[in-house]
Every structure is written in C-alpha cells, then in structure tokens.
C-alpha cells in the first residue's frame, strides 16, 4: 500500500473533515481519517476503544476494513521511503555489483541499512535468485530485532507483488507473521488473500 501523506491538525485538509468525509464516502462511524482520498483511506479505528486506537484500512468501493497496525506507532514503524528509480548514476556512489558472499554477509548482519541496499538489489536483480531471496527473507522474519522483521515483511510484500516468490513460500511467510504477535498484523495488510 503506497502511504504519501498524513493528515495534520488543521481544518482545511486536515483530521478534522474526518465527519465530513464520514459522510461523503459512507465511512464507518468513530474513525479519523489520517490519510487517503476517494476510495481507499487509512484511520484510527476508535469503534471499540477509546484510547490507542489500532490504524485500518478501508477501501470503500469494496466495503472492506483490513487493520494495518494495532496501533499508531506499530503503524509509523512499519513506514518506508519508497526509492524511485532514476536514469541518473551519481559519480560519487555508482551503483553496486553485489556478489553473493557480499549479500549473504549483508543479510546476515544487524546493519538495517546494509540489509535494505542488499534487498533493494534483490529485487533490481531476482533473475536466478528465488530461492535465496525467499530463504533470507524467512530467516529475516524470524530475526530477533523488530525493525529486522518489519523490514522483511515489507520487502516479503513487493517481492511478492513482483511474482518472485512461490506460492509455498508464501504461505510459510505468512505462517511465519500470524506466529509472531509483533508482526502478525503484516498478514492482513499485506497477504490478506491467503487466509
């Protein structure tokens, strides 16, 4: 799910039209929308809480709720800049050619960034290398240190949007996420077709 924004305080474009937006797209009552527009919003859910809401997703044309986070901050750490592509090479850091003994020991560290450039060239390059990308990415699930995890949940999703991992993989990341209360609600937000 691609996130560009989040509403401020103010009343012009702000959390305070969320009645307003209640009513114009037939929203659910007791939410406050926090980001979208049309047909797909993102909101704190306060329809059986009254503090720390869980963070949902709503795409109204379908009239479905998928949660994305339990909470506000679980949702703010599941955030990622997107990096778009560019023609431009810069002369100071061209573009790295990783070897395989290069990315496994990448992997295999508690450098978060050192991991994302590792994933970010998986997923550039996956021609030949399905089978390791699903294995690093079910060992990163399964790592101790949360952003780790969250880190390979989100890039579990856009590899799995790219077609590069098998359905069996799927379902063990899956398997993986619903065991682990701290990222289960990856599942949802992300595979919710493989209930």
Same mark, same amino acid.
């Given at each position: 799910?691609?996130?560009?924004?989040?509403?401020?305080?103010?009343?012009?474009?702000?959390?305070?039209?969320?009645?307003?937006?209640?009513?114009?797209?037939?929203?659910?009552?007791?939410?406050?929308?926090?980001?979208?527009?049309?047909?797909?919003?993102?909101?704190?859910?306060?329809?059986?809480?009254?503090?720390?809401?869980?963070?949902?997703?709503?795409?109204?044309?379908? &009239? #479905? !709720?998928?949660?994305?986070?339990?909470?506000?901050?679980?949702?703010?750490?599941? %955030?990622?800049?997107?990096? *778009? @592509?560019?023609?431009?090479?810069?002369?100071?850091?061209?573009?790295?050619?990783?070897?395989?003994?290069?990315?496994?020991?990448?992997?295999?560290?508690?450098?978060?960034?050192?991991?994302?450039?590792?994933?970010?060239?998986?997923?550039?390059?996956?021609?030949?290398?399905?089978?390791?990308?699903?294995?690093?990415?079910?060992?990163?699930?399964?790592?101790?240190?949360?952003?780790? &995890? #969250? !880190?390979?949940?989100?890039?579990?999703?856009?590899?799995?949007?790219?077609?590069? %991992?098998?359905?069996?993989? *799927? @379902?063990?990341?899956?398997?993986?996420?619903?065991?682990?209360?701290?990222?289960?609600?990856?599942?949802?937000?992300?595979?919710?077709?493989?209930?």
């Amino acid at each position: 799910m691609h996130i560009d924004h989040i509403l401020g305080i103010g009343e012009q474009e702000g959390i305070l039209e969320s009645e307003y937006l209640i009513q114009e797209w037939g929203l659910p009552k007791h939410i406050v929308v926090i980001s979208g527009s049309g047909h797909s919003w993102v909101a704190f859910d306060y329809r059986n809480t009254r503090e720390d809401p869980p963070v949902i997703f709503i795409d109204a044309d379908q &009239k #479905q !709720i998928i949660e994305l986070a339990p909470n506000f901050d679980s949702f703010l750490q599941g %955030l990622y800049l997107e990096e *778009v @592509e560019t023609e431009d090479v810069d002369p100071e850091h061209p573009a790295r050619n990783w070897t395989m003994e290069e990315m496994t020991t990448a992997l295999a560290s508690n450098d978060e960034l050192e991991v994302c450039h590792a994933l970010d060239y998986l997923y550039a390059n996956p021609t030949g290398h399905a089978a390791f990308i699903e294995q690093q990415l079910v060992t990163l699930l399964q790592h101790a240190n949360l952003e780790m &995890k #969250q !880190i390979a949940a989100n890039y579990a999703y856009h590899f799995h949007e790219k077609g590069v %991992l098998s359905p069996p993989c *799927v @379902e063990k990341i899956v398997s993986i996420m619903r065991n682990d209360n701290e990222i289960e609600y990856y599942a949802d937000m992300f595979f919710s077709e493989n209930r």
